[in-house]
């Protein structure tokens, strides 16, 4: 009877994490290891919590100097800068406008062109800030690889993704280390390739800190991402004009 308690207290316990970090449509319940999923729940705990992500507003960032991005998380209007170039768009729709060198792009086959790539950096650029966010997006396969000791010596729990008709590269895959201490991810693993016998590279996710209510971290070894900055206010402009812009003033 005592036995079959614990394992109920188990049950309830894993059914709690899941209802307070529920998936994504979409997302590979069936195929997933329920102990990768249990990790999954508590790295989103220690991130700040399902409810404080789910109520973040404005997220901007420099992704390693190449383009500055700011994000309405609720909108899903994007500003992305890049050299003199500017894309405002909504990664939703996949509609916006596009100016290179302060000139408006209107022909519809090259607007067509500059909205998908914009697409496609954004979604490079958000999931090596946002990836630990995303543990159980749509298409998401979840593994549990074992214990493994990152390369800081600390001891780590490790996830494998892996995707299905998601994304832009559906055939990617990640080994993500999880500090077994502070819950957080420490270090991530790419294969271009999901069927790929080695990394292609591997990179520390350190220097977390505390934005709002949420952690990120910007540090990834040999490069790191800037301006970082959590918003609960912007003006509507920033994703209506291309005009210049400094996110220092809000």
Known sequence: MRWFSMILIIVMIACQSTEE?????????????????????????????????????????????????????????????????????????????????????????????????????????????????????????????????????????????TFENVGVTPQNKYDVFVNKKTHHVEQWSYYAQYDDPEPRFTTPWSNWQLYGKIWLSNDRGERSLSQLAVFDKLPASIFESPAVIDLSTY
């Open 21 to 161: 970090n529920p998936a994504a449509k979409g997302f590979d319940a069936a195929g997933s290891d329920p102990q990768a999923v249990a990790i999954a729940d508590t790295v989103m705990k220690y991130l700040g919590g399902r409810k404080n992500w789910d109520d973040v507003r404005y997220i901007s960032w420099d992704f390693f100097g190449r383009r500055l991005h700011v994000w309405d998380k609720h909108s899903g209007n994007i500003r992305i800068e890049e050299g003199g170039n500017v894309t405002l768009m909504n990664i939703h729709s996949k509609r916006g406008r596009v100016w290179q060198g302060g000139e408006e792009m209107t022909e519809a086959d090259s607007l067509g062109k500059l909205l998908e790539r914009g697409y496609r950096v954004w979604i490079n650029d958000s999931y090596w800030l946002l990836m630990p966010y995303k543990l159980k997006d749509s298409g998401v396969t979840l593994k549990y690889l074992g214990e493994r000791v990152l390369e800081n010596g600390n001891p780590a729990d490790v996830l494998q993704l």
